[in-house]
């Protein structure tokens, strides 16, 4: 295992030294080693995590090294359309699971729905994660990973109030009031610009951003539940819960607050603890804030299940050889490998019930906030109606901004089905 230097753009961190020989791939000649494109930044853990993959890989496929690819996140848009174009490509990659239909719609994607179908571990993982890895009915991804936002609270502040984290929407005005009357400091952040949190406001209702009717998909921004919880979302900053410097701001502004006991309560994932770290002026105060599932209309809200898929890379030569890969990063060893070492949780739900998990109290939450999960429309029109667009986080802001919300979330949901409908290139 050696570690070449870290290019600028995209960094060449793991280069596993062939072993020697050649190893049939079973469906796309001889092979050497298979590359992997992982998106982020390489640390340590993962290193060893990737050593541990193509010392199991190579217990079946003798001779092959794994080459592993760090890309950061930033980067892939332009790293992947690249491969496409004929430049350097993987044989696996890592992907968004929200960008599976995207990528899939472009051709960067191998079939894999009968590998999946004959693959013994996909039975365990989460069903609707897996479904989110399809397009158009067809299997292009696997899930690897998942991770879900929480809320995350001040609990020595609370301890004091006599308050329990909240579990619904007046509960959490209750308490975010008693924080500012006592702290003196916002009680909670409703950040407008956070498509994340406002659905899972929109979804704790019963409401719904857009659905598929045949081939055509329908936003439901005006539905009365739809309507009703973004009402609610908005009146958070309207009614002064929320401070006005969040306006039109994401997550990441109450991130310092809450390092800096400056905020009580903010949904985030968790990814955002180590940040917190790094942006407290004082580290002790990270050791008081403690994470609850999101507080719905009437209990624990869904969170959008977020994570990456494991995918096989259209112009790989050894497509059977880059799906074997792929079960080893996959299975219930490999996936629980990699979250654990990345900070995420596994796609095998009765993993999540194990002690490790739900008597962690750094996990608890998180573990518990993914059993009620949700997805975002499953097109590859949905980056551009949230990420280009920004169509719902955009009329939180005009209703925040004073704009009549009828009025507003009629024109947004026109907009939203247009760009759904809108043929894929």
């Given amino acids: 295992m050696r570690f070449p230097k870290i290019a600028a753009a995209t960094a060449v961190v793991l280069l596993a030294a062939a072993c020697g020989g050649n190893s049939e791939s079973g469906g796309g000649g001889e092979a050497d080693s298979l590359t992997v494109w992982v998106m982020g930044t390489s640390q340590e853990p993962l290193v060893k995590y990737f050593e541990d993959t193509e010392a199991r890989f190579q217990e079946t496929h003798p001779g092959v090294s794994v080459e592993v690819e760090f890309i950061p996140w930033p980067d892939a848009q332009e790293s992947i359309t690249n491969a496409l174009a004929g430049g350097d490509a993987p044989d696996v990659l890592e992907v968004g699971n929200d960008q599976v239909s995207n990528w899939a719609a472009q051709g960067a994607l191998l079939d894999i729905t009968e590998q999946v179908e004959n693959w013994d571990a996909a039975a365990g993982i989460d069903e609707k994660a897996l479904e989110y890895g399809t397009y158009e009915g067809v299997q292009y991804g696997v899930p690897w990973f998942s991770g879900v936002r929480t809320l995350y609270y001040r609990a020595d502040w609370l301890e004091e109030l006599g308050h329990e984290p909240p579990k619904t929407w007046d509960e959490l005005v209750e308490v ?250």
Avoid: C
């Avoid at 390092?259 to 942006?279: K, P, R, V």
């Avoid at 809200?301 to 977020?306: E, H, I, L, R």
């Fill in 176 to 425: 975010a009031e008693a924080i500012e009357d006592e702290q003196g400091v916002p009680g909670f952040a409703a950040p407008t610009d956070f498509t994340n949190g406002i659905a899972s406001f929109i979804w704790s209702n019963g409401g719904e951003i857009a659905e598929q009717n045949g081939d055509e998909w329908e936003g439901r921004l005006t539905d009365p539940a739809t309507v009703e919880a973004i009402e609610f979302y908005a009146s958070l900053t309207t009614d002064g819960i929320s401070p006005q410097d969040y306006v039109g701001q994401n997550e990441l502004i109450a991130l310092a607050d809450m390092a800096n006991s400056e905020l009580g309560m903010y949904i985030d994932g968790g990814w955002a603890i180590g940040s917190m770290e790094e942006q407290a002026a004082d580290p002790s105060v990270v050791e008081n804030i403690a994470a609850a599932p999101i507080p719905g209309a009437d209990g624990i809200a869904p969170a959008f299940a977020g994570g990456s898929a494991l995918t096989v890379f259209t112009t790989t030569e050894h497509p059977d050889l880059a799906f074997d890969l792929l079960t080893v990063l996959g299975d219930e060893e490999g996936g629980k490998g990699y979250a654990d070492v990345a900070g995420f949780f596994p796609a095998y739900p009765h993993l999540l019930e194990s002690d490790e998990y739900q008597e962690d109290p750094d996990r608890a939450a998180a573990a518990t906030q993914m059993q009620n999960t949700r997805f975002f429309p499953t097109t590859p029109r949905w980056t551009a109606a949230d990420q280009d667009s920004k169509i719902l986080p955009g009329a939180v802001l005009e209703i925040v901004q004073g704009g009549d919300p009828e009025k507003v979330l009629e024109a947004a949901n026109e907009e939203l089905t247009s760009i759904l409908n809108e043929p894929v290139e």
